[in-house]
């Protein structure tokens, strides 16, 4: 069985390549201006040229059109994903306009969370469940969530798990939650916002290898 590995907040040429040298499938590109990850969008398609077998993600966060529009035509991402607190609505909206595989985020922390989660599910092409943080920053924020409360769940959208995960604790992860995908991103760096090549080539590996019978 393959799992999604994403590889976010991807910024540099040595990150893109060890990505795509490692066998992750996507790279996430930060389009939010609070993030010490942001790329300014020709340069996120520069980027995605350099491994154009992996799925170049948008990373946006309640972004209108006008910057969507702008996203989409500059950096010409392969999927969209909605990391704020969009809803169900503007969700259909978002994939009725661009006419992209759209990725709903979630933050968790309680059952409550969980159960809200549901309202996106079918309706997403896939789900990322991330760790809410009690401030205005989305994902990267090296915290992780009680795994046990999505352990059951059954979801009919495919999903990926986020949110404090490393090298070290990704197949513990997996393992866990039974994740079909998983999105690392301070995970993988040396110090905020700047990639660690050796930590993106073993969080590839150890990520795939807990996949295996």
Known sequence: MSIAVKICG??????????ARAGATHLGFMFFAQSPRLVE????????LRAPTLQAVAVTVDADN????????R?????LQLHGLETVARLREVKARYRLPVMKAIAIAEVSDVEGAHAF?????????????????????GSAFDWRLIAKEQWRSPWLLSGGLTPDNVA???????AQGVDVSSGVEKSRGEKDVALIERFVKNARAAMIP
């Open 66 to 73: 006008a910057t969507l529009d702008t996203i989409v035509a």
């Open 75 to 79: 950096a010409q991402p392969r999927l």
């Open 172 to 178: 513990e992860a997996i393992r866990t939650t039974r």
């Open 41 to 48: 969008p020709e340069h996120a398609h520069e980027l995605a």
């Open 10 to 19: 991807v910024r540099t040429p040595d990150a893109v390549d060890a990505a």
């Open 121 to 141: 599910d079918g309706i997403a092409d896939s789900l990322l469940f991330d760790t809410k943080s009690a401030t205005t920053e989305r994902g990267g924020t």
